[in-house]
């Protein structure tokens, strides 16, 4: 594949350290759990490496244009979460439209809150940084006390996709919803559409581009205020649909921006600050890696304590072997 | 200083330009007539570079005016001030490493088939580019990256051609192909040149404009400095 055949020799050894890791990791799976039980922790797995890049992509995109680390990104999936439970809850479609509409606003109202965070927050202050940082975390606290004021502190059920959503399969003899399998296929989707936005349009070369120097794009008399605030809509929108795609799945919580926010954070600093394809890779390191860690903690150690600690220790080994990460920016 | 053209493409009149808190430009005054090569000349961290950031708008002056064919456009977003026909080859190339030549190309586009259009023309110039069309930019060598930092200018139907320091770094061999290139596209484009090698300087250019220290202090046809060595050991250090 031409993309393999042009990539650095730094990203080749990544790729091939991200083969050789989770080979090791699916071996440690297999031989210590036996088969049933590796299946179900790399589905599980999967499926949290899917919804945490719905978040870190955003993350990702933003701060790699931008050069914005949006401490409001796991805010934004919490009003999406919280929107789109309010939607499913009043609409009255039946579960099927109801959870369309759900998702459509969660998406839309995400997009919006990100134009306007984006338009009268950020822009003014894109030459410094730091007040940036603060901005976002101030905006994160301000928008989670926004929702508990409005939604009240207490814990949203999970929501009931429809029938064919609802549906079981058994998958290394568990009993699972067909819909854990739609959250996966979902991610995808998001990663394989966003990827071919960036490598096949026009807006998307524009954007890589922006990610290396977006001045010299400016200089070509391209309109480069404009593709920030694209990028942070998007990156605001992919954050609101995670939360709405969370909902269904494990209901919505307060915490639950936060929650994502620090794995978000992870993946994308082990990924590499600004890589979209690192972003996409260390999703899905991350979340096998914690799934693996939190069966052998129950299976070993009965401390849950080691699964959270997996992915700091992991992302610790990363940037002591390669530190900007696996996919980072190449120096010029 | 000689008389200011009234009829240069682009005059920059007294500009003062800041970065941070540094007063980098304390009145610079550039003619540039339509269909000439001009150079600006000076010491390293005279204010050349400076002054082609002032014009494209990427460090906009705080005072002074820079009439482009006849419209004032200093405080113009930098995007606004390529659109009206500015292309601006930076110093360091700025090639977009992980997109591909092509890509590299295509995203100077200012109208849809504008790459189309001029294909041929590149390519003419810049034969090697063609054949490394689908390599990422990252990949390119030195003299590679300049060529596509120069064509890459050329793609949009620009007026004026901003263009620094195309020989630094580059082996004799690629200066003279890179001095041919430029002496071709002159025939179609305006061009301003930064250039620290005052050989080539020399040889490309028709009128100079010495910098020092932030202020332009001589300026006329590059025929009549070439004879002046004085002004030349003054200024620019080469006996």
Do not use: C
Request: hydrophobic fraction near 50%; charge should be neutral.
């Amino acid at each position: 594949m031409n993309y393999f055949k042009q990539l650095s020799p730094e990203h080749r050894r990544s790729w091939g350290l991200v083969a050789a890791y989770l080979g090791l990791l699916i071996v440690i799976s297999l031989a210590d759990f036996g088969l049933n039980t590796a299946g179900q922790t790399v589905f599980r797995g999967l499926l949290l490496g899917m919804l945490v890049f719905l978040v870190a992509s955003g993350l990702s995109l933003i701060f790699g244009l931008l050069d914005v680390l949006n401490f409001a990104q796991g805010a934004f999936l919490l009003v999406g979460a919280y929107v789109g439970y309010q939607v499913y809850e009043g609409i009255g479609l039946g579960a099927g439209l109801s959870l369309l509409a759900a998702f459509i606003t969660a998406v839309v109202v995400g997009g919006i809150l990100g134009t306007l965070v984006e338009a009268g927050l950020i822009r003014p202050l894109y030459k410094r940084p730091i007040f940036q940082i603060v901005l976002t975390f101030g905006l994160a606290a301000i928008l989670m006390d926004l929702v508990e004021r409005y939604y009240g502190p207490d814990p949203k059920q999970p929501i009931k996709p429809p029938a064919f959503l609802d549906e079981k399969f058994t998958l290394f003899a568990q009993s699972l919803s067909v819909y854990r399998l739609f959250i996966i296929f979902l991610g995808l989707a998001m990663m394989i559409g966003v990827f071919i936005l960036l490598h096949r349009t026009r807006i998307g070369i524009i954007i890589r581009a922006g990610v290396q120097d977006s001045e010299m794009v400016q200089a070509l008399g391209i309109n480069v205020r404009l593709v920030f605030t694209l990028v942070f809509v998007l990156g605001s929108a992919l954050a609101a649909l995670g939360g709405i795609a969370i909902v269904p799945y494990q209901g919505a919580t307060l915490e639950m921006g936060n929650q994502f926010l620090i794995l978000a954070i992870v993946v994308v600093v082990i990924g590499g600050m600004g890589s979209y394809e690192g972003t996409a890779i260390a999703s899905v390191v991350v979340g096998l890696t914690r799934a693996v860690a939190e069966q052998l903690s129950l299976t070993h150690f009965n401390a849950p304590v080691l699964a959270e600690t997996s992915i700091l220790l992991l992302m610790i080994l990363v940037l002591l072997v390669q530190p900007s990460g696996l996919f980072g920016r190449e120096e010029a | 200083m000689s008389a200011a053209i009234t009829t240069a493409m682009l005059e920059v009149q007294n500009i003062h330009t800041f970065i941070g808190q540094f007063h980098i430009l304390e009145g610079v005054t550039v003619a540039v007539p339509p269909g000439s090569i001009t150079v600006l000349l000076g010491r390293n961290g005279a204010g050349k570079t400076t002054t082609l950031r002032s014009i494209i708008g990427l460090t906009p002056p705080r005072e002074g005016q820079i009439v482009f064919r006849g419209q004032a456009i200093q405080g113009r977003p930098a995007h606004k001030i390529a659109q009206m026909g500015i292309g601006y080859v930076p110093e360091n190339r700025i090639i977009f490493r992980d997109l591909t030549v092509a890509q590299n190309l295509q995203i100077a586009e200012r109208k849809k088939g504008d790459l189309e259009r001029k294909a041929d023309f590149i390519f003419n110039l810049f034969p090697d580019l063609k054949r490394l069309y689908s390599l990422r930019g990252g990949n390119l060598s030195g003299g590679q990256q300049q060529m596509l930092a120069i064509a890459r200018a050329l793609v949009p139907d620009n007026h004026l051609l901003l263009i620094d320091e195309p020989s630094e770094g580059l082996a004799p061999v690629l200066i003279e192909q890179m001095m041919d290139a430029i002496r071709q596209l002159s025939a179609s484009t305006t061009v301003l040149l930064v250039e620290q090698n005052f050989q080539v300087a020399s040889q490309l250019a028709e009128r100079y404009v010495i910098i020092e220290e932030g202020v332009s202090v001589h300026s006329g046809l590059m025929a009549d400095l070439v004879n002046d060595t004085e002004l030349i050991k003054t200024y620019l250090g080469v006996a």
